[in-house]
Nanobody, 120 residues
Framework: VQLQAYGGGLVQAGGSLRLSCADS????????MGWFRQAPGKEREFVGG???????LVYADSLKGRFTISRDNAKTVYLQMNNLKPEDTAVYYC???????????????WGQGTLVTVSS
């Protein structure tokens, strides 16, 4: 599994971005997917996760209502981010795992991150 997150960029506060995560050449069959982020000078934190068939979605409490995860089970997982704030500035990573829990960072595979910068 080789994951790649993309779709980051510079956005003004209040704006939206949609990040995507794809596996080059393979599918995510059977894998739960998670999104994490790491802001400058801070530890990596859980953003949200989704099970293989999308039946379970979990989010960091502070992000509920603004961030939404979805997936095309075959190829791509998405992170829709709305009403972005400067404190959302971070490198965002996607990750894949076979077993729960979603919130734990014990994921088997990690992708290259994509930088999201939110200007005030």
């Amino acid at each position: 599994v080789q994951l790649q997150a993309y779709g980051g960029g510079l956005v003004q506060a209040g704006g939206s971005l949609r990040l995507s995560c794809a596996d080059s050449g393979r599918t995510f069959n059977g894998y739960a997917m998670g999104w994490f982020r790491q802001a400058p000078g801070k530890e990596r934190e859980f953003v949200g996760g989704i099970t293989w068939k999308g039946s379970v979605l979990v989010y960091a409490d502070s992000l509920k209502g603004r961030f939404t995860i979805s997936r095309d089970n075959a190829k791509t997982v998405y992170l829709q981010m709305n009403n972005l704030k400067p404190e959302d500035t971070a490198v965002y990573y996607c990750a894949a795992k076979l077993l729960p829990p979603l919130r734990s960072d014990s994921y088997n595979y990690w992708g290259q991150g994509t930088l999201v910068t939110v200007s005030s």
